[in-house]
T-cell receptor, first 119, second 114 residues
Framework: DTGVSQNPRHKITKRGQNVTFRCDPISEHNRLYWYRQTLGQGPEFLTYFQNEAQLEKSRLLSDRFSAERPKGSFSTLEIQRTEQGDSAMYLC?????????????????FGPGTRLTVL | GENVEQHPSTLSVQEGDSAVIKCTYSDSASNYFPWYKQELGKRPQLIIDIRSNVGEKKDQRIAVTLNKTAKHFSLHITETQPEDSAVYFCAASMADTGRRALTFGSGTRLQVQP
């Protein structure tokens, strides 16, 4: 499978525990994004990497959230001291700018997500 | 920041009819507008996108139109089929500048009745 992959697919944890999710982007995609999606809503942006550099962070990303992409390939998203409000689907997407004339499209391809349930 | 509004929230059509979903955006600097289809329990999948230098784009039964002046864009699906039933999300970003994050609308649940 050459698409974006995420692990685990499901995670159930107790309030206060730490959890870590992994995203493997499409090979050679240098941009990687994390989004959060709650039931009935569109995905909300959390953070974005270009290679190993974290270039953009949403104000939704509280101090309990941290993301890394140490070698510019896979990324991890850690949530510390989970709260019930953290229950959501965590989606990862990757892109590779494709020059088209004078500008690029930078299409984002999504992974299957990790569904987090905090009890 | 950018805000994207999407209407309607639900849409039911008969098989073979057309479906139209509309979105408005607030930031005139946005220049890239993709549409994603998400089936229950699955990942969002890109179905079509348009850049701000183009007014309309078509791919078989799917078309997207963009009105930069009014800051709105629409998805048109013709000859709908039951397999078109899903949730559709519009989004906006500034693909060539710093803000590459997509801002999504709240989604439209399309149901195609056979």
């Amino acid at each position: 499978d050459t698409g974006v992959s995420q692990n685990p697919r499901h995670k159930i944890t107790k309030r206060g525990q730490n959890v870590t999710f992994r995203c493997d982007p499409i090979s050679e995609h240098n941009r990687l994004y994390w989004y959060r999606q709650t039931l009935g809503q569109g995905p909300e942006f959390l953070t974005y990497f270009q290679n190993e550099a974290q270039l953009e962070k949403s104000r939704l990303l509280s101090d309990r959230f941290s993301a890394e992409r140490p070698k510019g390939s896979f990324s991890t998203l850690e949530i510390q001291r989970t709260e019930q409000g953290d229950s959501a689907m965590y989606l990862c997407a990757s892109s590779c700018p494709t020059p088209s004339g004078r500008s690029s499209t930078d299409t984002q391809y999504f992974g299957p997500g990790t569904r987090l349930t905090v009890l | 920041g950018e805000n994207v509004e999407q209407h309607p929230s639900t849409l039911s059509v008969q098989e073979g009819d057309s479906a139209v979903i509309k979105c408005t955006y607030s930031d005139s600097a946005s220049n890239y507008f993709p549409w994603y289809k998400q089936e229950l329990g699955k990942r969002p999948q890109l179905i079509i996108d348009i850049r701000s230098n183009v007014g309309e784009k078509k791919d078989q039964r799917i078309a997207v139109t963009l009105n930069k002046t009014a800051k709105h864009f629409s998805l048109h699906i013709t000859e709908t089929q039951p397999e078109d039933s899903a949730v559709y999300f519009c989004a906006a970003s500034m693909a060539d500048t710093g803000r590459r994050a997509l801002t999504f609308g709240s989604g439209t649940r399309l149901q195609v009745q056979p």
